[in-house]
């Protein structure tokens, strides 16, 4: 079956580039019909949507985060990346990498299965 | 599209039925409504898609309906593994978001 998992470091300082690499293990992420996501989820709160990327590079991200956020993919890794500018001590959270199958009878991102298993990233100096 | 969620926090027993509202601030189609669970330490798990489609191995208490912008996620009978957290999401507009979360836990 279709396996997720999250890899980077678990702590970048302020002002920094948080990057991390979801690879993907079970199918290609060059597979059509699918979306690759990221999703976060600070300490104790709510998921958050950061954006997803295509298996074509196409993206698409939450305008909360548009401006810091790339979100790119890697074929002949089967691996996706997040890389997210400047951050903060609110960018705290586990990251999340998840698959979304493609919305019945339209484009775009459904619902999120399978999800990797997460990685907390604190930061601070 | 803003998701409310109701209650907060849902304390019930082994066995009693819970019941779980999502509200979205505008219409989205009942296509683009799923619910998750997520354990303590855990990835949130897919339960439900389309509204009222159960994801593979769901067992059968779980049931979602709704449509337009109220959505309901019920539990027919709690077993101990069911006192979790329950998140609906939406996928009829981007960005893609997600409710704030009911917490079920035991009474």
């Known amino acids: 079956q279709v396996q997720l998992l999250e890899s980077g470091p678990g702590l970048v300082k302020p002002s920094e580039t948080l990057s991390l690499t979801c690879s993907v293990s079970?199918?290609?992420?060059?597979?059509?019909?699918?979306?690759w996501n990221w999703i976060r989820q600070p300490p104790g709160r709510g998921l958050e949507w950061i954006g997803y990327?295509?298996?074509?590079?196409?993206?698409n991200y939450n305008p909360s985060l548009k401006s810091r956020v790339t979100i790119s993919i890697d074929t002949s890794k089967s691996q996706f990346s997040l890389s997210l500018s400047s951050v903060i001590a609110a960018d705290t959270a586990v990251y999340y990498c998840?698959?979304?199958?493609?919305?019945?009878?339209?484009?775009?991102?459904?619902?999120?299965?399978?999800w990797g298993q997460g990685t907390l990233v604190t930061v601070s100096s | 599209i803003v998701l409310t969620q109701s209650p907060g926090t849902l304390s019930l027993s082994p066995g009693e039925r819970a019941t779980l509202s999502c509200r979205a601030t505008q219409s989205i189609s009942s296509s683009y409504l799923a619910w998750y669970q997520q354990k303590p330490g855990q990835a949130p798990s897919l339960l439900i898609y389309?509204?009222?489609t159960r994801a593979t191995g769901i067992p059968d208490r779980f049931s979602g309906r709704g449509s337009g912008t109220d959505f309901t996620l019920t539990i027919s009978r709690l077993e101990p593994e069911d006192f979790a957290v329950y998140y609906c999401?939406?996928?009829?507009?981007?960005?893609?978001?997600f409710g704030g979360g009911t917490k079920v836990e035991i009474k």
């Open positions: 999401q939406q996928s009829g507009s981007l960005p893609l978001t």
């Open positions: 990327v295509s298996h074509t590079g196409s993206t």
């Open positions: 079970g199918d290609s992420v060059s597979s059509g019909g699918f979306f």
């Open positions: 998840a698959r979304a199958s493609r919305r019945w009878g339209a484009s775009g991102p459904g619902w999120f299965d399978p």
């Open positions: 389309g509204a009222s």
